[in-house]
């Protein structure tokens, strides 16, 4: 299982909010040649990390299957970033998208990127919320730590899960 976190705090050009950027990046993930989108989790908004003054963003998280190299993976995925308006600048910008592998499967490198499973990810409950939701199950392929055992040792993240509309 491939799963690809998704994130927004500020609008696109053309107006869009966070929220109907992330969902608007699934339906470009889904059109990744090769990637098949299984699930879709709930939305969440959390506070950014590092705190900042940026607006909270909006996360979910993918669950797909597909056999794709992780660089091509990460390029259609930077693809659909452009796309959307992002333009890297610094470390933990606010950004109208943003999309990271977590994990492909039980892959473990370390080189070259992406790094799987993602570096951070089981400190961010942006990100294990999400996640808990597709694949309840998952375990830390480097690890061996399920989701729930993760999710119970966060600190408070200020996340909180949005009213479905």
């Known amino acids: 299982m491939i799963l690809i976190a998704i994130g927004a705090n500020l609008p696109r050009a053309e107006g869009s909010t966070p929220l ?25 908004e959390s506070a950014p990390i ?7 963003y909006v996360n979910g998280v993918v669950a797909a299957t597909g056999e794709l190299d992780p660089a091509v993976l990460l390029a259609a995925l ?9 333009r890297r600048t610094v470390a933990n910008a606010a950004r109208p998208l943003d999309l990271d592998i ?9 080189a070259p990127d992406p790094i799987l499973p993602h570096p951070r990810a089981d400190a961010r409950a942006f990100v294990l ?27 408070d993240q200020q996340i909180r899960r949005l009213e479905a509309d």
Do not use: K, N
């Not at 992330?22 to 470009?28: D, F, G, S």
């Not at 590092?50 to 909270?56: E, N």
């Not at 930077?78 to 992002?86: K, P, S």
């Not at 919320?129 to 061996?144: E, K, N, T």
């Open 102 to 110: 977590i994990a492909m499967g039980d892959l473990v490198r370390d």
């Open 20 to 44: 109907e950027t992330c969902r608007w990046a699934v339906e470009h993930i889904a059109s990744i040649p090769g990637v098949q989108v299984v699930a879709v989790s709930a939305w969440y």
């Open 50 to 56: 590092p705190p900042s003054g940026q607006p909270p």
């Open 129 to 155: 919320l999400p996640l808990r939701d597709v694949a309840p199950g998952w375990r830390d392929p480097r690890s061996g730590r399920t989701v729930d055992a993760l999710v119970a040792d966060l600190p």
């Open 78 to 86: 930077q693809g659909i970033e452009a796309r959307a308006g992002r």
